[in-house]
């Protein structure tokens, strides 16, 4: 399936998160593109997909190699890469992309210390361009949430020429499982409906997230509101 999509992969260098937001006008874009490896690196595979562009990466990155060498490993061994778009980043050092000749214009990837920006079958270069300012506008932010607006400024900048239909927003941290991990499969606005999931998410199952046992065995009581406001109906709590 070729999915024309705009993405960012990034790093939080203070916390060592790993995360990615994408959409696309494809439905579900968020259960193909998104790869993430805690404590290893983050892939975003698009345009015509091959996601085990993305595992072959992280397999290397997980052998210490860097973003651009496990990426560039796993590009020559593809025989398609011409029709593949991929971002990427490990858990240290800068992010990786690469744009294959044959994806659909308008085309390209920006890429710097702690992110690796994407898209095909745009607008045009704005909405990359947008993006990575957004980005490199507070790098003080909580990871997702900065993830989160680079997005909204990709889609406002005119994101994917066709249209919109999907959107997904994925952070890990130092566990297995995901800390924020939504995803839109099929709307309007995909954008704007993440966001508005996001901010029910933030104040409905991140403390939960937050509470859940941890990888050495250290668990954080969730506090007495959490458990309340759990108890109550999805109609009777705060939404955000």
Known sequence: MELNTFSI??????TGQLGVAVSSAVP??????????????????????????AMEALASMHEKADASQALAKAIADDPDSRLRQIGSIAISGSGAAFT?????????????????????????????EAMRQTWLNDSSMDLAERLMQVLEAGD????????????ALKVTGRE????????VDEHCEPVTELRRVFEVAKHQLLPFVQGMPKRHGQTTALPESVIQMLLKPPASRVAG
């Not at 404590?39 to 015509?48: E, F, R, Y």
């Not at 297995?176 to 995803?183: F, M």
Request: with cysteine; charged share 15%; aromatic share 8%.
């Open 9 to 14: 992969v990034g790093r939080c260098e203070r």
């Open 156 to 167: 406002q900048a005119g994101g994917d020429f066709r249209g919109k239909q999907s959107a």
């Open 100 to 128: 294959g000749a044959d994806c659909t214009t308008w085309k390209g990837h920006l890429v710097g210390g702690d992110y690796a920006i994407q898209g095909n079958m745009l607008t045009g270069p704005e909405t990359l």
């Open 176 to 183: 297995i499982y995901a800390e924020v991990d939504l995803r």
């Open 28 to 53: 579900a874009v968020g259960s193909m593109c998104i790869y993430i490896q805690p404590g290893i690196g983050a892939v975003s595979t698009q345009s015509w997909v091959n996601p085990y562009l």
